[in-house]
């Protein structure tokens, strides 16, 4: 049988690296680098992709000093507790086969203020840290020089099999490389040429610390995507100069943090910043050594890659989030079995990589990821219970998928004719179109598990039909809340599942403000006539408060640029044939024209089926949505249904 995927599983080599393949896990802080557990934790989740097929896997950023560090939960290279774990982290993946890079990192301003940082080229606020930083003195810009090149001492005599210096995304040495953050007019600023002697030393100074053998993977920006920042040229020269200083290979970063251009969120094409990367390998193929180029941000798909690589974009692929959706990636596409697809929600990952507090890096898709040591694959059970599932959404899915790889006899119940629950729903809002991926991944999975799955099935409060089981989680989600004002009932005003699947009208009022009202927003606006006016109706400040730090300027921005309109701080007192009544803030009274009202005010429990969970008198855990709707998202309810699938395999 040929590769299906022939580009992306051909060996290849970042200087004296030989690759099994040709795509990289890339960075990804995972706010386990300072947990004191002498490394058990970071090792699990490197493992977990080892097994699963990764290549070269690149850490994430380990701060070159104190003031370089991203957060408390950044590891610092000065701190002997974390070079050590780091050690036991390379060891336990040279074990089991793997190859490992360690990323050399410094945030520069967007550190938090506190142990020396932040610092910075210019005293420029930072509105990803909140903080005016100082600039940084000659001497703690050689000081700085000589933090990169003992990491990358350290590194290599840890023994990791690279290193990546993070030069891109808007940290430090970006920061030195931007006329809009680099004001100084010395040595290390002024033009184009200071402005990139920092980037140029610490490639310089790590190399000659490591020596020519020891590949050196440098990280810089393809594109700030910041108005006024640096030139296509410059970067261009950039490149060439970071070949010229001994750079084993470029990996092309999009964006800066603070850019007003999506780059990672769901409504960007995958695949689209290639051509970034493939003007950079044009660049450098011009000088007396060419080196391998890596294209990375918003590849969530082998396809994908198979496509970048084979039209010579790129050499190499990086891809880091669908690692962990699916720690499996590399060797299920290899069987041509099923992968678990990154949705780019961002909701577990990149927006807790931001924090300074609360959980680890997980994922919405796969919340075994960040928990791998304390959540091992289980084993299978000598002793097969019958158990069932009710409720097809994500949450039952990944509960069923657990007790059926335990060995358990699953049955899955749900009360519509199809599974996803929710998903169904996301899958049909542009740029959400991959949420459907993971419903098509579980289904598969229980499809080679042997879990039966049983599609209208309802189960009442009334019902006996769980008494036969030893086992019973429900996973029903949720229902729509009503609202209560004159006029829900008229024939135009629709809940929101039903204007998923209804003809809307060319006006469309929207009464409510959380995510789902914002998801109907965005189908409305992006579907039927063009000239659609679409109006979003909030009673509090914010619209989408609850979404995350990485997407929700993004989907507003985007709402916005189509016109539609988002209104706060309203209270909706009726509805008639053809408008909206309203009170503002101040309470004057204002109407807004519509042919088709969609209320997303927010949901309740659907607990039907947890009643007759209860009734049945056997083990059962209520999940979710059906649990708890207040608050309640997908990154929790998966959760939630993993470990109470955990809970039951451990009763034995």
């Excluded at 791998?372 to 000598?382: D, F, G, I, N, S």
């Excluded at 988002?566 to 309203?582: A, D, G, K, N, S």
């Amino acid at each position: 049988m040929s590769d299906p995927l022939p580009a992306v599983f051909s060996p290849a080599a970042i200087g004296t690296l030989s690759l099994p393949h040709r795509v990289i896990m890339g960075a990804m802080h995972l706010g386990l680098e300072a947990r004191d557990d002498g490394g058990a934790a970071l090792a699990a989740f490197y493992l977990d992709r080892v097994r699963g097929g990764a290549g070269l896997m690149v850490t994430g950023g380990a701060a070159v000093s104190q003031a370089g560090a991203g957060g408390p939960r950044y590891g610092v290279l000065t701190d002997p507790a974390f070079t050590r774990r780091l050690g036991h982290v390379a060891a336990r993946v040279h074990g089991a086969g793997g190859l490992i890079a360690l990323q050399l990192f410094h945030a520069g301003r967007y550190a938090p203020a506190g142990a020396g940082g932040p610092v910075a080229p210019s005293p420029v606020f930072s509105k990803l840290s909140g903080a005016l930083p100082s600039e940084l003195t000659g001497a703690q810009i050689d000081r700085t020089l000589l933090d990169f090149a003992h990491g990358a001492t350290l590194a290599r005599g840890l023994g990791f099999d690279a290193v990546e210096i993070m030069g891109s995304e808007g940290y430090l040495i970006d920061q030195f490389l931007s006329p809009l953050t680099n004001r100084r007019d010395d040595d290390w600023g002024g033009d184009a040429v200071r402005r990139a002697r920092l980037g140029i030393e610490v490639m310089l100074r790590v190399r000659a610390a490591v020596g020519d053998g020891f590949p050196v993977i440098f990280r810089m920006s393809g594109t700030d995507l910041m108005d006024g920042g640096v030139t296509r040229q410059e970067t261009m020269s950039f490149a060439r100069a970071l070949v010229a200083a001994g750079a084993d290979a470029l990996s092309i970063g999009i964006g800066w943090h603070e850019s007003p251009i999506p780059a990672v969120q769901g409504g960007v094409p995958p695949g689209s910043w290639s051509p970034v990367a493939a003007a950079i390998k044009a660049a450098i193929t011009t000088t007396a050594c060419t080196v391998p180029v890596i294209t990375s941000t918003r590849v969530n798909r082998l396809e994908t890659a198979q496509r970048i690589l084979a039209s010579g974009q790129a050499d190499f692929v990086s891809m880091a989030r669908p690692f962990l959706a699916d720690p499996d990636l590399m060797r299920s596409a290899r069987r041509r079995r099923p992968v678990n697809i990154c949705v780019a929600c961002n909701q577990a990952c990149i927006d807790r990589s931001l924090t300074h507090s609360g959980p680890s890096v997980s994922c919405m898709v796969n919340p075994r990821a960040g928990r791998e040591a304390e959540l091992p694959p289980p084993t299978r059970t000598v002793r097969p219970a019958a158990v069932a599932v009710v409720g097809g959404g994500p949450a039952g899915l990944v509960a069923a998928r657990e007790l059926a790889a335990a060995g358990h006899r699953v049955t899955l119940l749900e009360a519509a004719g199809q599974l996803g629950g929710q998903f169904c729903l996301a899958t049909q809002v542009p740029g959400k179109d991959d949420y459907i991926s993971s419903i098509h991944y579980l289904t598969a999975e229980l499809a080679a598990l042997g879990a039966e799955i049983r599609l209208g099935h309802a189960v009442p409060g009334g019902s006996d039909l769980l008494r036969g089981f030893a086992g019973v989680i429900v996973a029903t989600g949720t229902k729509p809340r009503r609202l209560d004002i004159p006029g829900t009932a008229l024939p135009h005003v629709l809940s929101y599942p039903a204007a998923f699947t209804a003809q809307l009208g060319e006006r469309v009022v929207i009464i409510g403000g959380g995510g789902v009202a914002v998801d109907v927003a965005h189908y409305a606006s992006q579907t039927g006539p063009p000239g659609r006016a679409v109006t979003v109706l909030h009673r509090g400040g914010r619209i989408g408060a609850r979404l995350g730090r990485s997407t929700r300027w993004a989907v507003l921005g985007a709402l916005r640029a189509r016109g539609t309109v988002l209104r706060t701080q309203v209270r909706c007192e009726r509805i008639t044939p053809h408008e909206v009544w309203f009170a503002r803030g101040d309470g004057t009274p204002d109407r807004v024209p519509a042919d088709t009202v969609v209320i997303a005010v927010g949901q309740v429990a659907d607990a039907s089926a947890a009643a007759a969970a209860r009734r049945s008198h056997v083990w059962h855990r209520v999940v979710g949505g059906a649990r708890d709707a207040a608050g309640m998202d997908a990154v929790q309810a998966t959760a939630e249904g993993l470990h109470a699938a955990r809970e039951f395999i451990r009763r034995g």
